[in-house]
């Protein structure tokens, strides 16, 4: 009785052992590290770059809203519209000026806009508008005008055909001498100014011009 008392002991003693002995075992492999072998990592990782340690976003991360960011363009307006009334006007009777064909319509365009007391603009393309008007006096007027503003040696000649044109009908037409003789006098003054534009140019065209050895 007492060896089977002695075997029961000893083979519930070999029980405990083998669960002692699988409670260290599944210890064991919870704490132990895991070692991974460099080769073993993917294709693309292998390309002797150095390692790369990704962390995955919690889920907390991925929650956060993601916020827009907007961008307030820039509008680039052009001019702003005329908004006075009597701007308005003069600009309606101004093109009316500019656009008008023959003596009669360029003289009514004229009157009219110096009848609203409107100063006429300092350029080529309204005085050349007034060589057509049926009074005499403004033709002179827009003789002298244009000498002037042709005087400046930077300016250029605008429709110069036109121009040259309508001076030698002036010249031959007019009652006056005086319109006649400026009208002449202007012609001449465009032909002296395109030859001396056009003898800076050769001059230029030469200075530019490599010199042979």
Not at 11 to 37: I, K, L, M, P, Y
Request: hydrophobic share 40%; charged share 30%; glycine share 6%.
């Amino acid at each position: 009785m007492a060896q089977a008392r002695r075997g029961s002991r000893a083979a519930n003693g070999g029980g405990n052992g083998r669960r002692r002995t699988g409670a260290r075992d599944a210890s064991f492999r919870t704490e132990a590290q895991v070692w991974h072998d460099p080769l073993l990592k993917p294709a693309g990782a292998r390309s002797g770059s150095p390692d790369v340690f990704v962390q995955a976003a919690s889920p907390t991360e991925d929650a956060r809203p993601v916020v827009a960011v907007k961008r307030v363009a820039r509008l680039v307006g052009g001019p702003k519209p005329v908004t006075d009334p009597k701007e308005q006007e003069r600009q309606r009777l101004l093109a009316r000026v500019l656009t008008a064909e023959g003596r009669a319509l360029v003289t009514r365009a004229v009157d009219d806009y110096l009848g609203k007391s409107f100063e006429l603009p300092r350029t080529q393309a309204v005085w050349l508008q007034m060589l057509e008007h049926r009074d005499e006096a403004k033709v002179a007027q827009a003789i002298e005008t244009l000498h002037a503003i042709l005087a400046d040696a930077e300016v250029g000649i605008e429709r110069r055909a036109v121009l040259e044109s309508r001076l030698r009908q002036i010249e031959e037409l007019a009652d006056e001498s005086t319109t006649r003789a400026v009208a002449g006098a202007l012609r001449r003054f465009l032909q002296l100014k395109v030859n001396e534009a056009m003898r800076h140019a050769v001059l230029a065209d030469s200075d530019d011009a490599p010199v042979s050895s």
